[in-house]
Every structure is written in C-alpha cells, then in structure tokens.
C-alpha cells in the first residue's frame, strides 16, 4: 500500500473513532431525559411600557412561546404564569449570591418565597444561579458553588430537586482555544471552581448552562470566521470549518462552540452533562461600528438556529444529542445604554409588534404569532407629521402604492390625517413587494403589526376581508431571514484564539490535501 494511502487509511480510522465517541461516552443521552429540544426566549425587562404580567402571559401563549427565561424571580410574573403550560427558569441575580452562599437559612427562604409559593401551579423547570459570574464578578466565584449548593439542599428539603434544576449561565469566555473544539479548554485560574461545578451538574442531572453568540465570534474574528458559517447558512464542503484532530466537519458556529464545551468538560474527566444554551441571538441594528447588525441577519440566525434545534441534528461531536436554546430576547430593551446593539435584540418591540419576520415554516407552532397568516404594515407611533408626510409620498409615488382608496371621497379617506393615509399606504406598498421585511420601513416610520388595520368600510390591502388568498409569509414562522437578542455585549462573546485562522485553513487544506490522493 502506497505511503499517501496508509496515511489516509488511519486518518479515516481517527475520524472514525472521533466521530464515535459520543456513543462511547455514558450518560449524556439518559441525562437529557425524553424532553424533546425546544426553543424558549429571554424575558429583559429594560423595556419602555412593558406589557403587564397578565398581557405578556397572554402573548407569549398567542405565540406559541412554552419556555420563558427571568433574570429574576418576579412574582407578580410567576403568578400571572400559574396553571398555564409555560415552563420557566427563573433567577438569583448577582448581588444576592453572598446571601444565599454565606446561608443555609437565607437560601432555603428564597427558595419558599419564590420556588414553593408557586409550584407546581407555576412550572418552573430551573433555577439560574447568577448570570455568567465567573467573568462579570469574578471576586464571588468562591460563592457560587456554596450557594448552588444551598439552594439545591432547599429544595431537597422540600421534595423538588427532581423536578427542579440548579445551575448557572456562563459566558463562552470561560472556555480558551475553543477551536478547533478538541483542544479547547477551560480557563484554567476558574478550574477550580468550574471542576466543582461540573462535579455538582453531574451528581444531579442538572445541565451546564452557557450562554453562547456566535455574533460575537464574527465580530471579534473577521476575515477568519466567514458570515454564512455564523448565520448557519448552507456551505459548501470547502467552506466548513474542519477540526484537524478528529476530521469532524463543522457547517457553523454555534456548533463548534457547543463542542468545545463538550472537550472542555471531557478534560476534567466530565463525560455525562448536557448543554443548555441559555442565552443566544443576533442584534438586528447597531451602529457604524456594528454594520453585521441588521434586520436580515438577525432573521436569518434566528430562524435558522430554530430550524436548527428542530430538526434535531445535534453536533458534529454529539449528534445524537441537541441542545436546547434560549433566544435573546422576547422584546427590545429600548431603555439600555449604548451601544446600539444593546437595545435591538428583541424578536418584538416593546409594544409586542414584530421586529421582523422570522422564516421557521415546518418548525412547529413555536412563534407563529398570526393564526390568521396575515401581516400589514402600518405607519409607527411617535413620528412627527412632516416626517410621515415625506414616507406617504414616497409610498404613493416613486413606490406605486395604490392610494386611490385614501382620495376624497373613497372608503378609507376618514379619518382624515397623515398618519391614518400613511398606514394605507404603507399597506399597500408592502403587500405589493409581497410582504419583505425590508418593505416595511421608510426609514424607520412604519412597522409590521399582525392586528388587521381595516375599519369600517375601510379595508386594507392585506385584508381577508379583501382576499381569500393566504398570505405566504406568517409573522416570526415562515421562509428565511430575522432578528434576535444578548445581554451585556462586551462579556457575551467567545474569543477565539489568535491561531484559529491558521487551524481552520490547515484543517481545510489537511483534507483536501490527502483527499487528493487518493487514487
């Protein structure tokens, strides 16, 4: 046998026995239970006017929405909740770890006060100990796993460890060199702690929670990580990212970020917890030093990672095991600072009006937020009159909307004013351009609502009161292209390593060179 054909021969046994491993290692499938992955969202509430508990309980049933996560552990919330089907995760926020770490009695209140006065009535599935504490607060790493513990000894105490999980998000930035995935591995000045912490998720069932943006990876390395691998789009063979130790291929981001935690835990001889991606999402506006932060690539990360999840495809590493994901965020959280980005994570803006269209058709029920299939553009709140008057002449002239129907005398002329003419035509224009998310928004004066606008004798132009035809594009579920959310910009991402360009282009050029020599 020729030398190149040896060699081939065992780097396909490598492969092999790579890509084998995760039947190999025990514990992983049994952990995740018969719970079928899902997708749930994030709940900031940084939100101007945010709608009351009872109304943004009623909304996230009208979308279908099952799994809620809170930064904390709001009752009036978790009340509104009580005797629906929506799981939630609720939280202990950052400043009151010292508390509950430093007391068994302090730790066993929270849990009576905000865990046992509502379940099982309220389902909550989990508890977040803090948010990404190692690389935010680093000085209460000691606290954390006393105060895992504490809380999980309550609810021995009162008999809802099986049903309710304790662990804690963290940040990608926990793990270093996290491609190619298998030789990532953990901050080793955190080992300590996270040994501690695997050790306590194992013992339990309980998954590690890490909150995960591949934005920030693109962000941090462009020229290196390409777009479409981030926004999950389809590669071709040459575009995948190669890991030159196991040969497994990696189509995106998100994955390989996933299985560099898995190789990150295999090192500290964990071989038997689940990931749980508690945080991830694309902003879909920023500012000049953001210009990936957009509106299409918002919809097209959002609706692919929904896809994603549930098409069931698991990882490279693990593909018989896929990770649940959190989306960040429900709504907007206009009243964040700068920059930008910070404020324009949500799927929804604060007056729960789609940000844009996600394009998840085939995915289930999850965010179909239009029963009726139906979507109008509408003029937004708020806009002074010259600014909407500009718009509606646009719309009406170098745009072609109709806007006979807003002439003297027509059905939709009353009530007489800019913004009602404008919302008609705005209508008109977007049904037109066959309802693109991109159509509906003359520089940002108009938005998508899913409320049917017509009144009276005044029907609008996506009306089924005007057309039996279906709409092809439903609000947040339909083809392809969205929007999504993170919480504190600098300290969500993962940075890779300066060499991973070097280990991607010698991953690539490693399998194509052998596979060039094959006879």
């Not at 994603?308 to 698991?314: E, L, N, T």
């Amino acid at each position: 046998m020729a030398n190149s054909e040896l060699s081939f021969s065992v780097l396909c046994i490598v492969c092999i026995i790579f890509a084998s491993l995760s039947y190999l290692i025990p514990g992983i499938k049994a952990q995740q239970g018969h719970e079928e992955p899902y997708v749930g969202v994030n709940l900031g509430t940084d939100v101007s006017n945010l709608l009351s508990p009872a109304d943004l309980v009623a909304f996230l049933q009208l979308q279908k929405i099952t799994h809620l996560r809170l930064y904390d552990a709001d009752a009036d919330i978790l009340k509104a909740l009580a005797k629906t089907k929506i799981r939630v995760i609720i939280s202990v926020p950052n400043n009151q770890l010292l508390a509950i770490g430093s007391s068994n009695t302090t730790a066993a209140a929270w849990v009576g006060r905000n865990v046992a006065a509502y379940y099982p009535q309220t389902l909550i599935t989990a508890i977040a100990v803090g948010d990404e504490v190692l690389t935010t607060t680093p000085s209460s790493a000691p606290l954390l796993v006393p105060a895992i513990e504490s809380l999980y000894s309550a609810l021995v105490a009162a008999n809802l460890h099986t049903e309710i999980k304790v662990s804690t998000p963290c940040a990608a930035s926990i793990v270093l060199d996290p491609f190619p995935p298998s030789q990532a591995f953990f901050n080793q000045s955190l080992s300590s702690v996270i040994s501690q912490l695997l050790q306590f998720l194992s013992r339990t069932k309980s998954p590690m929670m890490m909150n995960l943006y591949p934005y920030y990876v693109f962000m941090q390395n462009k020229g290196v990580v390409p777009l479409d691998n981030s926004l999950f789009k389809p590669l071709t063979p040459s575009k995948e990212m190669v890991d030159p130790n196991t040969l497994l291929h990696y189509t995106n981001v998100l994955d390989a970020m996933i299985d560099s935690v898995y190789f990150s835990m295999k090192n500290l001889n964990v071989t038997d917890v689940v990931i749980l991606v508690t945080e991830t999402g694309w902003p879909s506006k920023g500012d000049s030093k953001e210009p990936y932060a957009t509106i299409d690539n918002a919809d097209t990360y959002n609706s692919n990672l929904i896809k994603h999840v549930f098409d069931r495809s698991g990882t490279p590493l693990h593909p018989e095991i896929t990770s649940s994901a959190y989306l960040y965020e429900l709504f907007n959280e206009d009243l964040r600072a700068p920059p930008v980005s910070e404020a324009n994570w949500g799927l929804f803006y604060g007056n729960s009006t789609p940000v844009y269209l996600l394009h998840v058709s085939g995915s289930g029920t999850f965010l179909a937020n239009d029963t009726t299939n139906q979507t109008y553009c509408i003029a937004a709140d708020g806009v002074d009159t010259k600014t909407m008057q500009t718009a509606l002449d646009w719309a009406c002239g170098p745009g072609r909307a109709n806007c006979s129907e807003i002439q003297p005398g027509e059905s939709c002329y009353q009530p007489n004013n800019v913004k009602d003419h404008a919302s008609y035509a705005f209508d008109s224009y977007y049904q037109k351009e066959g309802k693109a998310g991109s159509s509906c928004d003359f520089k940002g004066v108009a938005m998508i609502t899913t409320s049917d606008p017509s009144h009276g004798s005044c029907i609008f132009p996506g009306s089924k009161k005007l057309s039996n035809k279906t709409s092809q594009q439903v609000v947040n579920s339909t083809q392809a292209s969205g929007a999504v959310t993170i919480r504190f910009s600098s300290l969500h991402g993962t940075r890779l390593s300066a060499s991973m360009g070097f280990d991607i282009i010698l991953g690539v050029t490693f399998c194509l060179f052998y596979s060039l020599l094959l006879p």
